[in-house]
């Protein structure tokens, strides 16, 4: 057994001075209009919507809505660049221009990264070190595939599809606007990118360094809205193609609409991932693989392992462990480096959270939160972990998308394999145990699209990425990724 260690608490017993990075780093306009065709147009709708720091509530910018004409507009403006100038480009040629715009965002990494904290709640140290270096990769990535599609599919032809709709989520702000823009430019598509409503500002600056790498104007339109604008991006007539990421609803609503047309889909939904620790695992950094599955960008991560099975053996030790690590977490100013967890992104995704920990309750189960005081404004979750779940409890089935982690266990690997894949989503899941064979064994049976092995959310460009089930379907990431933006024949 264990020894029991007394755990120092970061609110009561010491404190690391604050080391914030400076908001002066970015350069935030206070009014966004749309790009379209390579230079910033006022909306048709005339409207304009705030846009918040969910850290302290205070208004950052104001973005531009878009209506039917204005996605109409964007389209039109994607489809003149691509019959005009994209497609017949040389691929060397596009991807010089791909090559350009990751090294610019690399140019601009920190004020990319101040402005996804700023506006997405995410601890500054997530978004210097994951979100913006990872983004960059992927257009390096790709502008690398650009000149050798034929080499990707030998022995075939390609062609690109036209004009790609791209809608995103909130969650990764940039690094999504890189998984969408970057593999469709490198297959010869032009795009129209529409970010989500509560973080559109990092895409609003990739358009800036798209304009000043002096892309073609229309090849990326990017333009701002709620859930209406990316509807009517979806039923526009002249898309060819629509990659969606976000909510398992909207990917339902969007196969709805798009079904007896041509159009072509990749949908990323939502997970349930489960973390699975067999008892030969090595103990401790199991611990912190779970702790950044589930803690990691507040939770908000389609493929966060919020699931927890232990195998029996270990389960006491394990929890207790876990509870004492959870326990020093740094619940607090996103921009300050030393945070841990950030702000939830929205007051809406705080609420569902929020009835999420209330239904663990209502179920039984037992709730553990460490003691931390949150600030008064902003929208906040302590890292909160259940025990005494049931594999039928609703925390264990839906998609809570916070910093709620809940936690079973399990005997033989038969038994963890059947629990594991019984929920409606199958993105990711993870395994940590000393023995090979295992490994081989789970991941061959898990039914997800990514297994990590004694790691956890672990992403690199060249890795494709995608569901099962629930989860969607096609492949983002690696030379997957470059399939759903071609016709190949
Ligand atoms: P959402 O699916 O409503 O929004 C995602 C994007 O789709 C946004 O850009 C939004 O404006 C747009 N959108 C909304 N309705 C649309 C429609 N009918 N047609 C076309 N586009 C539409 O997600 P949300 O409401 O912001 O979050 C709700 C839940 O979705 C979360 O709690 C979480 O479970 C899930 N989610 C998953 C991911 C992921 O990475 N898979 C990301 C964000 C949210
Ligand atoms: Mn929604």
Not at 412 to 422: F, G, P, Q, Y
């Amino acid at each position: 057994m264990a020894k029991k260690i007394k755990t120092l608490r970061f609110d009561t017993d010491w404190q690391y001075d604050p080391a914030p990075e400076s908001a002066s780093a970015a350069k935030i306009n206070a009014q966004y209009d749309l790009f379209i065709d390579g230079r910033w147009q006022k909306p048709q709708s005339g409207k304009y919507f705030e846009t918040i720091n969910p850290a302290n509530e205070k208004t950052l910018s104001r973005v531009a809505g878009s209506n039917e004409k204005d996605v109409d507009r964007a389209v039109r403006s994607a489809r003149q660049a691509y019959e005009k100038v994209w497609k017949k480009m040389a691929p060397a040629e596009r991807g010089k221009y791909i090559f350009r715009i990751a090294r610019m965002m690399q140019e601009k990494a920190r004020e990319l990264a101040v402005i996804e904290t700023l506006e997405g709640g995410k601890p500054i140290r997530e978004s210097r070190d994951f979100d913006v270096p990872t983004a960059a990769q992927h257009f390096f990535y790709y502008a690398g595939w650009a000149d050798k599609l034929d080499y990707a599919f030998p022995n075939k032809k390609v062609a690109p599809l036209g004009v790609a709709a791209q809608i995103i989520p909130w969650n990764f702000p940039l690094l999504m606007a890189a998984w969408k823009i970057a593999p469709a430019l490198a297959t010869g598509n032009t795009v129209v990118l529409k970010p989500a409503e509560t973080t559109s500002l990092t895409a609003l600056k990739l358009a800036e360094i798209i304009q000043e790498a002096d892309l073609p104007h229309g090849v990326v339109n990017i333009i701002t809205g709620a859930g209406k604008t990316g509807v009517a991006m979806v039923n526009h007539p002249d898309v060819n193609k629509i990659a969606f990421t976000g909510s398992t609803e909207v990917g339902k609503i969007i196969q709805h609409s798009i079904a007896g047309t041509n159009k072509r889909s990749t949908l990323e939904l939502g997970g349930k991932a489960a973390n699975i620790v067999f008892e030969d695992a090595a103990i401790d950094q199991a611990v912190e693989g779970v702790v950044n599955g589930v803690y990691f960008n507040q939770g908000h991560v389609c493929c966060a392992g919020s699931r927890l099975y232990l195998q029996e053996s270990i389960a006491k030790e394990f929890i207790q462990k876990l509870k004492d690590r959870v326990a020093t977490l740094i619940v607090g100013d996103p921009m300050d480096k030393n945070t841990d967890i950030g702000a939830i992104n929205s007051k809406n995704q705080l609420d569902t959270i929020l009835k999420y920990i209330q239904i663990g309750k209502k179920e039984g189960s037992a709730i553990y939160q460490p003691a931390c005081s949150l600030p008064k404004k902003g929208f906040w979750c302590p890292p909160t972990l259940f025990t005494d779940v049931a594999q039928s409890n609703r925390i264990v089935q839906e998609e809570i998308f916070g910093p709620v982690l809940a936690i079973l266990t399990f005997r033989t690997d038969n038994e963890v394999i059947e629990k594991a894949n019984n929920t409606p989503y199958g993105l990711s899941a993870g395994v940590w145990t000393d023995k090979g064979s295992r490994i081989f064994n789970m991941t061959r049976r898990l039914r997800a699209g990514v297994v990590w092995a004694n790691t956890f959310n672990k992403f690199d460009a060249a890795s494709p990425f995608g569901g099962y089930k629930e989860s969607g379907f096609g492949r983002e990431g690696g030379l997957h990724g470059l399939t759903p933006y071609l016709e190949i024949i």
